[in-house]
């Protein structure tokens, strides 16, 4: 059974070991302790037999949340925890005021771009050179009705 909750600060070292598994450029436990003490967003984290195995965090200004991050242990990838953390996400943000949401992902990330479409996003458009690491395009998503 998967449990969610609001991140926690003692939630640092598992959502960090998640986030270095997950992204090429990780982001700091730093960065995401400044972003979660923002009272503009919500970060969420999944969690399976007493464990975090996933988190997620957005940024909610006015009527729209954009996504910053997505992410699920290596060892509960493809059990459904990334539809389920998305699908609470967007309840949540929903709750918060917001009417739609968007992201941007990697259009090699097949994985993401396949979940994201199943949590009902489109495909609106491209970053170009958006990913400092390799200059690769963001694909821009949204979802336009909570």
Not at 109 to 137: H, I, M, V, W
Request: hydrophobic share 45%; glycine share 6%; net charge neutral.
């Amino acid at each position: 059974m998967i449990s969610f909750r609001e991140m926690h600060p003692e939630d640092a070292a598992a959502v960090e070991r998640i986030e270095r598994a997950s992204f090429a450029v990780p982001w700091s436990r730093r960065a995401f302790w400044e972003e979660a003490a923002n009272e503009r967003t919500l970060y969420l984290v999944a969690i399976a037999e007493g464990k975090i195995v996933g988190y997620a965090g957005a940024w909610i200004v006015l009527d729209e949340a954009q996504i910053t991050n997505v992410a699920v242990a290596p060892e509960k990838r493809g059990q459904g925890v990334g539809r389920r953390l998305m699908k609470e996400m967007m309840a949540r943000a929903k709750a918060r005021g917001a009417v739609r949401m968007t992201l941007e992902v990697r259009p090699s990330n097949e994985a993401a771009l396949t979940l994201y479409k199943s949590c009902g996003f489109e495909d609106y458009g491209r970053r170009p050179r958006y990913y400092q690491d390799n200059g690769e395009d963001a694909v821009i998503m949204w979802h336009m009705h909570l």
